[in-house]
């Protein structure tokens, strides 16, 4: 099995669910979340390799893997601290019917993605999804903070196009989550996200939340 990024192979899978691993048993309390958000290759009307695939994270990571129905949108993190397995890893599978058969697998994560290439359509795009999920029930989902190239950005400048196009972006991210979307987010993904400072905005706003509960 491989990490694909769509139809193009970047990875062996093994090393990284061990890498997944070594992580969760070298830290303490990290809650981790592995999304296998799409199949693109191979999998289409073959369940006896999504049989596979999950054998093969039954064996790596079945052991830390947070069951689903012990969880839901409303447990609180200490929840998941208190469990004396210590299972702290939440493993969304992008396949309903495949995740429905396993108790430890999750459904698939929602991705908010606008497919934008100006920073003011990324904007008004994530506006409208943190306006949308103002009003849903409490539930994972992933805010896609990037811009997308078009494919004559691919092919005319492959190496600098993705790193402008994240440096355009980054520089605002900071400012909108920490000033505006803090109470509504609940994933951010970003290109080079060494470029802002969304980390520690997440750190604050869950300690501003925490806050807003206790008083």
């Known amino acids: 099995f491989w990490v694909n990024h769509d139809l193009i192979r970047v990875a062996p899978l093994l090393p990284v669910l061990r890498e997944v691993k070594r992580f969760i048993l070298k830290t303490q309390g990290e809650i981790v979340i592995l999304d296998f958000h799409r199949f693109p290759v191979g999998f289409h009307g073959r369940p006896?390799?999504?049989?596979?695939?999950?054998?093969?994270?039954?064996?790596?990571?079945?052991?830390?893997?947070?069951?689903?129905?012990?969880a839901s949108a409303s447990t609180l993190l200490r929840d998941i601290w208190e469990h004396r397995d210590n299972r702290r890893l939440i493993v969304a599978y992008g396949d309903k019917?495949?995740?429905?058969?396993?108790?430890?697998?999750?459904?698939?994560?929602p991705q908010m993605w606008g497919n934008q290439q100006t920073t003011s359509g990324l904007r008004n795009f994530l506006q409208r999804s943190m306006d949308n999920a103002k009003q849903r029930a409490p539930a994972l989902w992933a805010a896609m903070a990037e811009l997308t190239p078009t494919p004559?950005?691919?092919?005319?400048?492959?190496?600098?196009?993705?790193?402008?196009?994240?440096?355009?972006v980054n520089r605002n991210l900071t400012s909108w989550f920490r000033n505006q979307w803090w109470p509504h987010t609940n994933i951010v993904a970003s290109d080079f996200f060494l470029g802002n400072n969304l980390i520690d905005i997440a750190v604050s706003a869950n300690l501003r939340k925490i806050n807003m509960v206790e008083s």
């Open 97 to 109: 019917t495949i995740a429905a058969e396993s108790d430890w697998l999750w459904g698939p994560l």
């Open 48 to 70: 006896a390799r999504h049989k596979r695939l999950v054998s093969l994270l039954t064996r790596e990571l079945g052991s830390f893997a947070l069951q689903s129905s012990s």
């Open 152 to 168: 004559l950005d691919v092919m005319f400048n492959p190496t600098g196009s993705l790193r402008a196009m994240a440096d355009a």
